[in-house]
C-alpha cells in the first residue's frame, strides 16, 4: 500500500526566509510525486510533480521541491517566503506505472509566514 | 476559462434526504474524480472515473453513488446522506496520456488534476 507523511501540522516562517515543507512518500516501485496548494476556501491547485530526471523540480510561484530517492522524501521548498505564501499545502503519490491509480494524499501542512 | 465547477457550494440537509452535488469540466478531460476533505484526514478518493461510462470506487466509496453518461459531467449522489457524510468535497479533472516509461499495460499518465472550488456539506 502506498502512503504520504506530512510530519508537520504547521510551519511558521518569517516572510523572507526560507520555508522548507517536508514530505516522505512509500509506494511500490517509482514513485510519481506531486505538490498541491489550498488558499482559504478555495480547491487545490497544482504546484509541480517529479516524474523522473532531475531530482530539483520547479513549479509555480517560486517553488521547488527535491526528490531524494533514498530517504524517499520530497519536500517542498522556496528561498524566500512571502505571507501570501500562507496556505494548507498538500503532498501526493502514487506508483509510476501499474499498482493503483488512486492518488494518495498527504494529511496537509499548514504555512504560516509571519510578517 | 479552463474550469472544474461544483454545485451547489454549501449545503445543509437532513439525513436520509436524497442530494445530488454536480460537477462539470470544460477541458475535455477523460480522468475525473471525487475526494472528501476532513479534518487531519487530508484528502481521501471516494470514487473516479477513466471515461463516459467507466467508474470505480476510491479509498472510501461507501454511501456514495456516481455516473458519468457525459465526458463533462461527474455527479456526486448520495441516497441517504447521514451525519459521518459532512465534509467539504471536491471534484477534480485530468487529462489521460501515455505513461513515461511505457510498461503499464494502462498507458496512463497521471496528469496534475484540476479541482472544483469545493462542497461544504451539512447533514444533521
Known amino acids: 500500500a502506498q502512503s504520504v507523511a506530512q510530519p508537520e501540522d504547521q510551519v511558521n516562517v518569517a516572510e523572507g526566509n526560507p520555508l522548507t515543507v517536508k514530505c516522505t512518500y512509500s509506494?511500490?516501485?517509482?514513485?510519481?510525486l506531486f505538490w498541491y496548494v489550498q488558499y482559504p476556501n478555495r480547491g487545490l491547485q497544482f504546484l509541480l510533480k517529479y516524474i523522473t530526471g532531475d531530482n530539483l523540480v520547479k513549479g509555480s510561484y517560486g517553488f521547488e521541491a527535491e526528490f531524494n530517492k533514498s530517504q524517499t522524501s520530497f519536500h517542498l521548498k522556496k528561498p524566500s517566503a512571502l505571507v501570501s505564501d500562507s496556505a494548507l499545502y498538500f503532498c501526493?503519490?502514487?506508483?509510476?506505472?501499474?499498482?493503483?491509480?488512486?492518488?494518495?494524499f498527504g494529511r496537509g501542512t499548514s504555512l504560516i509566514v509571519h510578517p | 476559462e479552463a474550469q472544474v465547477t461544483q454545485n451547489p457550494r454549501y449545503l445543509i440537509t437532513v439525513t436520509g434526504k436524497k442530494l445530488t452535488v454536480t460537477c462539470s469540466q470544460n477541458?475535455?478531460?477523460?480522468?475525473m474524480s471525487w475526494y472528501r476533505q476532513d479534518p487531519g484526514l487530508g484528502l481521501r478518493q471516494i470514487y473516479y472515473s477513466m471515461n463516459v461510462e467507466v467508474t470505480d470506487k476510491g479509498d472510501v466509496p461507501e454511501g456514495y453513488k456516481v455516473s458519468r453518461k457525459e465526458k463533462r459531467n461527474f455527479p456526486l449522489i448520495l441516497e441517504s446522506p447521514s451525519p459521518n457524510q459532512t465534509s467539504l468535497y471536491f471534484c477534480?479533472?485530468?487529462?489521460?496520456?501515455?505513461?513515461?516509461?511505457?510498461?503499464?499495460?494502462?498507458?496512463?499518465?497521471?496528469?496534475?488534476?484540476?479541482f472544483g472550488p469545493g462542497t461544504r456539506l451539512t447533514v444533521l
Open positions: 501526493a503519490v502514487r506508483p509510476l506505472a501499474g499498482g493503483s491509480y488512486i492518488p494518495t
Open positions: 477534480a479533472s485530468s487529462s489521460l496520456g501515455i505513461s513515461p516509461d511505457g510498461t503499464s499495460g494502462w498507458l496512463l499518465s497521471y496528469n496534475e488534476q484540476f
Open positions: 477541458m475535455n478531460h477523460e480522468y
Open positions: 509506494v511500490s516501485g517509482n514513485p510519481y
